[in-house]
């Protein structure tokens, strides 16, 4: 078991943030010491790590919610479940295909520029 201030340098989350996946329920299995203290363990950095890359790739937080709240009522919706997962993977390959999209533009304004260079260096070499 590892404290929250572990938890943070580990993933590099801030405190408030892993505070709040916990209260929005983000997190399903967070204990606590006689003190009140988080505690973590291996399955709960996992829980960490898997909502940051949901959240990192555009899933809002009611629909990891909802995921959380599937995980929890046991493995009758696994279907459902991965339904969502699958859902997701498409939107996140959507955005990919249109960063790729963007990214060529951006290379062709680039090859402009480098032809544009090109002949303004050879105009200058006349004089």
Same mark, same amino acid.
């Given at each position: 078991?590892? %404290?929250?201030? #572990?938890?943070?340098?580990?993933?590099?989350?801030?405190?408030?943030? *892993?505070?709040?996946?916990?209260? #929005?329920?983000? *997190?399903?299995?967070? /204990?606590? =010491? #006689?003190? !009140? /203290?988080?505690?973590? =363990? =291996?399955?709960?950095? %996992?829980?960490?790590? &898997? $909502?940051?890359? *949901?959240?990192?790739?555009?899933?809002?937080?009611?629909?990891?919610?909802?995921? $959380?709240?599937?995980? /929890?009522? !046991?493995?009758?919706?696994?279907? #459902?479940?991965?339904?969502?997962?699958?859902?997701?993977?498409?939107?996140?390959?959507? %955005?990919? /295909?249109?960063?790729?999209?963007?990214?060529?533009?951006?290379?062709?304004?680039?090859?402009?520029?480098? $032809?544009?260079?090109?002949?303004?260096?050879?105009?200058?070499?006349? &004089?």
């Amino acid at each position: 078991m590892i %404290s929250i201030k #572990e938890v943070t340098e580990i993933t590099g989350l801030p405190a408030p943030t *892993l505070r709040y996946y916990e209260k #929005e329920g983000l *997190l399903p299995h967070v /204990k606590r =010491d #006689e003190g !009140g /203290k988080r505690l973590y =363990d =291996d399955e709960d950095l %996992s829980w960490v790590q &898997f $909502v940051t890359a *949901l959240r990192a790739t555009g899933m809002p937080i009611a629909q990891i919610q909802q995921y $959380v709240y599937l995980y /929890k009522e !046991g493995d009758t919706t696994i279907p #459902e479940r991965k339904q969502m997962m699958l859902q997701h993977k498409k939107e996140i390959e959507r %955005s990919i /295909k249109e960063l790729y999209l963007n990214l060529d533009k951006i290379n062709y304004k680039l090859a402009l520029y480098d $032809v544009m260079e090109t002949q303004l260096n050879r105009e200058e070499l006349k &004089f």
